[in-house]
C-alpha cells in the first residue's frame, strides 16, 4: 500500500455522515473520497454536511467509479452482507457497522467472503478503545481478580420522551434489523467477551418493547423491534452473567454500570469513565485511566460524542492494514460473528421463551 492515505467510501449519509465522514476526515491516515446515500438524503445536502463532492444515490455505483482501499458501511443491518461481500468481490478492506449483519447465517457469509478475498474486515465496536474499557481488559487479563463468578453489565438510556414522541424509522422494525439489542447489545457483548476471553455457554433472554407504537403528524408508527432486553446466562468456563438494557426510563439512573466479581475481588465501571477496584478486603479504589485524547474544535457535538472511541479505533484500522497484521484490540469479523450467534440465540430465547445452548 505504500504511504499513501486509505482512500474511503462510506454508505449511509446518517451516522455515516454524522460521525464516520467527520472523524475520518480528521485522522491523518484516512482520505474520504466519496459518500453514497441508500434511500435518502438531498444530495446537495450531503455534500454541504460532509465537505465531500463525489456523493452518490446508488452505493453500487460508486464503487464502479470511485477508486477505493476501504468501504465503510454505516446502513440499516439488513443491508451489510450484501454491501460488504460487494465491497471484498471489488478488493476492498470492509469497516462496517454493529451489528454486522440481520443473522449468523449472513455473518457466517461475511467472514468466509472476506477470508477468500484475503482481507481485513472491521467493525466498529468503538468503544472497546475508551480508555476505561481498556483498563478493565488489563485488569481482567492481568487475572488479579481471581476467576470471575459473575459479571453484570446495565445500561439504561433517559429515552421515555423521545421513544414516545419521535419516530424510530428502521431501528424500531425487526425486519431491518433494528431494536435495541442490535445497537447496543452487540456492543455490551462484544466488550464481556473480549474482555473476558470467555465463550457464552447459554443464554436466556426477553426482548420488551415498552412503547410500542408512537403517532405523529397523524401518522402511527408501530414498533416490531425491542427498545429493552434482558439476558442472563453462562460462560464456558460456569461464570455466570447478566446484561440489560432499558431506554424507555424517564431518568438518568447510572446510565451505564459493569461489576465484575472475581475470587479476588471485584471490579466496578461506571458510565464509561471510572473504574473502581477492590482486592480481598480492601475497599474498592478508583483506578487511574489514561488520558483523553485532543479533540479537535470543528466536529459536531454529535461527532465529538464519538471521538474518544471512534478515533484510536481508526488508529488500530489503519496500523492494522498498513501492517498486515491486526491490532490486539482491533474488532474484526469474527468479532463481530461470534457476537452475532449470541444476539440469534436471546432473539430464540425469547421467541421461545426458553433458555437456549450455543
Given at each position: ?125 468503538e468503544f472497546r478503545f475508551l480508555p476505561a474499557r481498556q483498563k478493565v481488559k488489563e485488569i481482567l487479563s492481568s487475572g488479579q481478580l ?19 414522541k419521535n419516530k424510530r424509522g428502521w431501528l424500531g422494525q425487526q425486519q431491518f434489523g433494528g431494536g435495541m439489542l442490535g445497537a447496543i ?6 466488550s464481556l467477551l473480549w474482555w473476558t476471553g470467555h465463550k457464552v455457554r447459554d443464554i436466556y433472554g426477553q426482548l420488551p418493547i415498552h ?148
Open positions: 500500500m505504500g504511504h499513501h492515505k486509505i482512500r474511503v467510501g462510506i454508505i449511509g449519509t446518517g451516522f455515516g455522515s454524522k460521525v464516520h465522514a467527520p472523524i475520518m476526515k480528521n485522522h491523518p491516515d484516512f482520505e474520504v473520497v466519496a459518500i453514497s446515500s441508500v434511500h435518502r438524503g438531498s444530495l446537495e445536502d450531503v455534500e454541504k454536511e460532509t465537505g465531500i463532492t463525489a456523493v452518490y444515490s446508488n452505493w453500487k455505483k460508486m464503487l464502479e467509479q470511485e477508486s477505493l482501499d476501504l468501504l465503510s458501511i454505516a446502513s440499516a443491518p439488513y443491508l451489510h452482507h450484501e454491501m460488504a461481500v460487494e465491497g471484498l468481490k471489488r478488493k476492498l478492506h470492509i469497516y462496517c457497522e454493529k451489528p454486522m449483519a440481520f443473522d449468523a447465517r449472513q455473518s457466517q457469509e461475511m467472514l468466509e467472503a472476506k477470508s477468500k478475498a484475503g482481507l481485513f474486515g472491521f467493525i466498529n465496536f481471581g476467576e470471575i463468578l459473575h459479571i453484570q453489565y446495565k445500561c439504561t438510556f433517559n429515552g421515555y420522551q423521545s421513544l414516545s447489545g452487540s456492543h455490551m457483548f462484544d412503547i410500542p407504537s408512537v403517532t405523529s403528524d397523524g401518522e402511527t408508527e408501530v414498533r416490531t423491534a425491542e427498545d429493552a432486553f434482558q439476558t442472563t446466562g453462562t460462560f464456558d468456563t460456569g461464570a455466570t452473567f447478566s446484561v440489560e438494557l432499558t431506554s424507555a426510563a424517564h431518568h438518568k439512573a447510572n446510565q451505564w454500570r459493569l461489576e465484575v466479581f472475581g475470587t479476588n475481588g471485584t471490579l466496578i465501571m461506571t458510565d464509561d469513565q471510572y473504574v473502581e477496584v477492590g482486592i480481598g478486603d480492601s475497599q474498592l479504589t478508583p483506578v487511574e485511566l489514561s488520558a483523553k485524547i485532543q479533540e479537535p474544535i470543528n466536529l459536531s457535538a454529535r461527532a465529538l460524542s464519538y471521538y474518544q472511541a471512534f478515533y484510536p479505533m481508526l488508529d488500530a484500522v489503519s496500523q492494522t492494514i498498513k501492517d498486515n497484521t491486526p491490532h490486539p484490540h482491533v474488532p474484526t469479523f469474527e468479532h463481530g460473528h461470534e457476537v452475532q450467534i449470541i444476539l440469534d440465540a436471546i432473539r430464540l430465547s425469547a421467541r421461545e421463551g426458553r433458555k437456549v445452548v450455543l
